[in-house]
């Protein structure tokens, strides 16, 4: 079994430790202080923080193994998300947390909040697929109760076409999730048009949650 280091994370925001939470996962082969930078453009009323993925990549970071675009190792999976989950339980407490992923960073979110759809108030899955057959659970009705932000563009040639639509269908329907979906024609990053609807969002959500 591997080891990582618990990370130390990039912050943004507050530091009010009674606001809400957001942990930005990057994309693969990027990392924490690449992404910390997106809070700037983010809603107000939270604390942001980012970290590196724990697998060394192309010059940045993973958060899984793969055995394909998309496609996760099981074994690399479940490793990684019990590495990530033994940090956020020290370091968020009782918060509520919201996960912001992108790209393999979705991936992650998605296989985060399948896991323990419970423990998050949000989760944002941003031009991602969900990890199918992956070792996390995608039963219907899973993610009864969770609110969830999903963006795709339609001209993404990165995440598998087939792999998308897989996502886009479970979440916006078996899953059993309260889902805001936003589809337009971008590629392999997030639009304006995704930016303005993930703000608002995690703005309602930030007050929902605070409640």
Not at 93 to 101: E, I, K, Q, S, T
Not at 127 to 136: I, L, M, R, S
């Given at each position: 079994m591997t080891t990582y280091a618990l990370p130390t994370p990039a912050r943004f925001g507050t530091a009010d430790p009674t606001t809400p939470l957001v942990?930005?996962?990057?994309?693969?082969?990027?990392?924490?202080?690449?992404?910390?930078?997106?809070?700037?453009?983010?809603?107000?009323?939270a604390e942001?923080?980012?970290?590196?993925?724990?697998?060394?990549?192309?010059?940045?970071?993973?958060?899984?193994?793969?055995?394909?675009?998309?496609?996760?190792?099981?074994?690399s999976l479940r490793g990684t998300?019990?590495?990530?989950?033994?940090?956020?339980?020290?370091f968020a407490?009782?918060?509520?947390?919201?996960?912001?992923?992108f790209s393999?960073?979705?991936?992650?979110?998605?296989?985060?909040?399948?896991?323990?759809?419970?423990?998050?108030a949000g989760t944002a899955i941003l031009?991602?697929?969900?990890?199918?057959?992956?070792?996390?659970t995608t039963d219907a009705g899973r993610l009864a109760g969770s609110q969830v932000f999903v963006a795709h563009g339609t001209n993404d040639r990165v995440i598998p076409a087939?792999?998308?639509?897989?996502?886009?269908?479970?979440l916006t329907g078996d899953a059993g999730a309260t889902v805001t979906a936003h589809r337009d024609a971008a590629g392999h990053g997030l639009s304006q048009g995704a930016l303005d609807a993930l703000n608002t969002w995690l703005a309602d959500g930030f007050v929902h949650a605070s409640a």
């Open positions: 942990v930005l996962l990057h994309g693969r082969g990027s990392s924490a202080a690449d992404f910390i930078g997106m809070a700037a453009h983010l809603a107000p009323g942001y923080v980012a970290v590196d993925a724990p697998i060394a990549e192309g010059g940045g970071f993973a958060w899984f193994a793969n055995r394909g675009i998309g496609r996760p190792v099981a074994e998300m019990d590495w990530f989950r033994a940090w956020l339980d020290e407490g009782a918060r509520p947390v919201f996960l912001v992923g393999g960073g979705g991936a992650f979110a998605g296989g985060l909040l399948l896991d323990e759809p419970a423990r998050y031009y991602a697929t969900v990890p199918w057959e992956a070792g996390v087939d792999l998308l639509a897989r996502t886009w269908a479970y």
